[in-house]
């Protein structure tokens, strides 16, 4: 066996292990901890009759992973060493060490917690962060505590922080392997234009290609980028081969393995290639620098993928592919500017994914509250939330939260929540066939790839497929993909088998689809709405359209089954048709009867129907023609609520009341004035205009209401002659005239002529003489001369320079000499 970094800490692991009940292993990519590790702790007395399990996030890398352990001992896979993936298994009674993915270590806790025969739980690649590592770390420490103290568990990591994991362990020993395998270049490009990505990842190949040696692995986002990728590397003179998840188990080890004949390759990877891998020959590494993540949205409850930049850590693990094993290259689609700025880590699986199949499990093993559980980040309470909600609405769980026995039997079939319940309600119907038919259509890659005129969204095409369809759709446009449609029938086989079923069992009608599919997403039953658009609204309170006119968008219900996750507006890329009659017959239970009084904001009317509704659907709407009058009046006060309060008949002595009751709030704080300002009128509507709504509908009836006594009826006879002496409308001058206030600044002002108030000394003062009126005193022509709150200090120094200067403009006005002597008058002079 050729030396590997790792090599060099293997008896620090072995004896670590021998003491300690878990440790933690930081190595970097390529120093060999997946496939030493495990065979380095076989031997040991504590492993004596016991097995070991391995996690791998990925299946490839866990068929991968058990054939080089195989291969280092001279066996082949199921013999020592096997492994376990969904729908392929390799395992003998002699297998001690068994490496998984996640969900069936999961699957293996819930049926035993205690884990019989199993020494030692090995998490590899946990810097991945994905939510089954995350739940099987949670559910071993659980069970290492109160049922298994001498089972060991081992997380080994590239990239992670170990100590935050060394200590949610239990602060058990951490170990750090030095050094990679073999020293990679890097050499960084410039990053494209997102229209010019594909033609920059292959130009970035074909010059790899021509300035550095060996087999080239190239890493692009999601299988759509390596079809396009492909296209262009057409003429290409290395064999260029793709790599992805939902590949043929042939296809994916044809990219792994060398070439027969030796010539160089090129393998275009998402990033499955990243972790637990070595593609034989590979020296050259061309990085394009993102990654599709799945995002769930709790407002919306759908998932969407989305196409994001690497972290530092993924760019890492990608650049040690190049030194597995020999010195390599590796080529960044970025600058070293940009190489600077990436986040540290991708965000935790957890915090982003549909928390549904966590919380079933969670159910499954007696938690209600996620918090009872060791987690390096918890799961999000909204998501979490919501995910509980959906399954009390599917069945999985009770009022209280507690796991049901229709709960126990979905958790039984390892599907995602939904597809469980559509199986189960299925197979009473006696059509479980066609809904392990749906189930594994809908859990693998679409099967049809748009040709000759783009995707259609019927789920009855791919089942006609799925049944014996093959080669072009002639109707559609569609073609079959059939690497897809293998994995496909596999998967169905899988699930009838497990339900007893054999092919061709319970297949029921292909019309029955929407019916089974809204089984699956109750919140996602979708009516038409009216009008010319193919759009749709869902039971679960939002929109659907159809981006084009395709057969289904003529149907007046469906079930909108995969939607890009928009929060507002969804758009719809596979579906199934409904009818009315199937609502009825399957949804009686949840369909509810409401009489609905509320405001039509377009029409700005209120409006009384009757409303046959499926959660947040409105299935059928009928006018109602007799209506409390009290609910007539609450609708028509949320209409004014948002409108505002311009549409109520303000007049000017209206506004002058609310300025007045203002002031007084602001100078007589303890007189307990009613608070008349916008927002608090918004805020009180159903306490003073309520009662006076009756008989009002519509925006045009209320020019018939009586606003003046719906907001003085807020005062007393007491509190409304109390606010007329202390925040009165007019004062009189000694003129004899009545003069207004002027309420609408800061202050109350009283503009007056100032020939009006000669011999006045004092200035008026009101608020129960605690606050002086802003005086503007004014000319004959009414415009403002002085402005003042002293008159005394006016009379007494400004007045006779005012004077001067108003004699010459208005000579024929009197003008005396002592004006606290002068009479005062309203007219130019005083009568004789």
């Known amino acids: 066996?050729?030396?590997?970094?790792?090599?060099?800490?293997?008896?620090?692991?072995?004896?670590?292990?021998?003491?300690?009940?878990?440790?933690?292993?930081?190595?970097?990519?390529?120093?060999?901890?997946?496939?030493?590790?495990?065979?380095?702790?076989?031997?040991?007395?504590?492993?004596?009759?016991?097995?070991?399990?391995?996690?791998?996030?990925?299946?490839?890398?866990?068929?991968?992973?058990?054939?080089?352990?195989?291969?280092?001992?001279?066996?082949?896979?199921?013999e020592t060493v096997g492994y376990r993936i969904r729908l392929d298994s390799k395992v003998s009674n002699a297998t001690r060490i068994e490496v998984v993915t996640e969900g069936i270590l999961t699957r293996m806790l819930q049926d035993d917690p205690s884990l019989p025969g199993v020494g030692l739980v090995i998490f590899d690649e946990f810097h991945e962060r994905s939510l089954n590592a995350d739940l099987g770390l949670a559910l071993c420490l659980e069970s290492q505590g109160a049922l298994r103290d001498d089972l060991k568990l081992l997380v080994m990591s590239a990239t992670l922080d170990g100590a935050p994991v060394a200590a949610l362990m239990g602060n058990v020993p951490l170990v750090t392997s030095e050094g990679r395998a073999h020293a990679v270049e890097t050499r960084f490009l410039t990053r494209p234009e997102p229209r010019r990505f594909v033609d920059a990842m292959a130009a970035a190949i074909r010059q790899a290609l021509a300035q550095s040696e060996g087999d080239v692995l190239a890493f692009l986002p999601g299988s759509g980028e390596i079809r396009r990728v492909l296209v262009a590397l057409g003429d290409c003179a290395a064999q260029v081969l793709p790599l992805y998840g939902d590949l043929s188990q042939a296809d994916q080890d044809r990219a792994i393995r060398p070439l027969p004949d030796g010539r160089r390759k090129v393998v275009l990877a998402t990033s499955i290639a990243e972790t637990s891998l070595t593609i034989d020959g590979v020296r050259v590494v061309v990085d394009g620098g993102q990654m599709r993540l799945p995002r769930f949205d709790p407002s919306s409850g759908m998932t969407r993928l989305v196409t994001v930049a690497v972290s530092r850590a993924s760019a890492d693990q990608r650049r040690g592919r190049a030194g597995r094993q020999a010195p390599g290259m590796c080529w960044r689609l970025w600058s070293e500017a940009e190489d600077r700025a990436l986040a540290g880590f991708s965000p935790p699986e957890i915090q982003d994914a549909d928390l549904a199949p966590l919380a079933l499990d969670l159910a499954q093993w007696g938690i209600r509250d996620a918090n009872q559980l060791a987690w390096l980040d918890p799961p999000p309470a909204a998501a979490l939330t919501q995910a509980r909600e959906l399954l009390t609405e599917l069945g999985a769980l009770d009022q209280d939260g507690g796991l049901t026995a229709h709960g126990r039997a979905m958790n039984r079939l390892s599907m995602h929540p939904r597809l469980a319940h559509m199986v189960l309600r299925a197979r009473d119907m006696g059509v479980a066939g066609l809904a392990c038919d749906i189930a594994a259509l809908l859990s693998e890659r679409d099967v049809l790839r748009a040709e000759r005129g783009g995707r259609d969204g019927d789920i009855r095409l791919r089942l006609d497929a799925l049944r014996g369809g093959d080669g072009l759709d002639p109707r559609h446009g569609q073609g079959v993909d059939r690497g897809a449609l293998a994995r496909v029938r596999q998967s169905a086989k899988d699930w009838r088998r497990r339900l007893g079923l054999r092919m061709g069992e319970q297949d029921g009608d292909a019309r029955e689809c929407g019916v089974l599919l809204a089984f699956a997403y109750p919140d996602r039953i979708a009516k038409r709405r009216p009008g010319g658009e193919p759009r749709y609204a869902l039971s679960g309170g939002r929109g659907a359209f159809f981006q084009d006119h395709e057969p289904l968008a003529a149907q007046d219900w469906l079930v909108a089954v995969e939607l890009d996750g928009d929060k507002r507006e969804a758009r719809i890329f596979l579906a199934a048709a409904l009818t009315r009659a199937d609502i009825d017959a399957h949804f009686a239970e949840s369909i509810r009867i409401e009489d609905k009084v509320g405001w039509d904001r377009r029409d700005e009317v209120v409006t009384a129907a009757r409303r046959t509704c499926l959660f947040a659907l409105t299935l059928e709407e009928r006018r109602l023609d007799k209506v409390a009058p009290d609910a007539l009046a609450a609708a028509m006060a949320e209409g004014v609520r948002q409108m505002g309060l311009a549409c109520l008949p303000w007049t000017d002595e209206l506004q002058k009341f609310r300025r007045r009751l203002a002031f007084l709030r602001r100078h007589d704080a303890e007189g307990g004035w009613p608070d008349l300002s916008d927002q608090a009128l918004l805020d009180t509507l159903d306490q003073w205009l309520l009662p006076y709504l009756t008989g009002i509908t519509r925006r045009a009836h209320l020019q018939k209401l009586d606003l003046n006594a719906a907001l003085r009826g807020l005062l007393d006879w007491q509190a409304g002659k109390r606010l007329d002496e202390m925040a009165p409308t007019h004062i009189s001058v000694p003129s004899g005239s009545r003069?207004?206030?002027?309420?609408?600044?800061?202050?109350?002002?009283?503009?007056?002529?100032?020939q009006e108030m000669f011999g006045c000394a004092e200035t008026p003062r009101i608020a129960g003489d605690r606050v002086p009126v802003l005086m503007h005193l004014l000319?004959?022509?009414?415009?403002?001369?002085?402005?003042?709150?002293?008159?005394?200090?006016?009379?007494?120094?400004?007045?006779?320079?005012?004077?001067?200067?108003?004699?010459?403009?208005?000579?024929?006005?009197?003008?005396?000499?002592?004006?606290?002597?002068?009479?005062?008058?309203a007219r130019a002079k005083p009568r004789r």
């Not at 440790?23 to 009759?49: D, F, H, I, Y």
């Not at 207004?740 to 007056?752: F, Q, R, S, T």
């Open 779 to 825: 000319s004959p022509a009414r415009r403002p001369v002085q402005v003042t709150r002293d008159l005394a200090s006016f009379w007494a120094n400004a007045y006779h320079a005012v004077k001067a200067d108003l004699k010459g403009q208005y000579p024929k006005h009197w003008w005396p000499d002592d004006p606290m002597q002068a009479e005062p008058t």
């Open 1 to 78: 066996m050729i030396s590997l970094p790792i090599d060099s800490v293997l008896p620090e692991i072995v004896r670590a292990l021998d003491r300690a009940s878990g440790l933690v292993l930081q190595a970097p990519p390529g120093a060999g901890k997946t496939t030493r590790v495990p065979l380095a702790l076989l031997s040991q007395p504590w492993l004596a009759g016991l097995r070991i399990i391995m996690l791998e996030p990925r299946r490839l890398a866990a068929r991968a992973a058990a054939a080089r352990m195989a291969e280092s001992l001279g066996e082949a896979v199921g």
């Open 739 to 754: 003069v207004p206030i002027d309420y609408d600044g800061d202050e109350p002002v009283l503009a007056v002529r100032l």
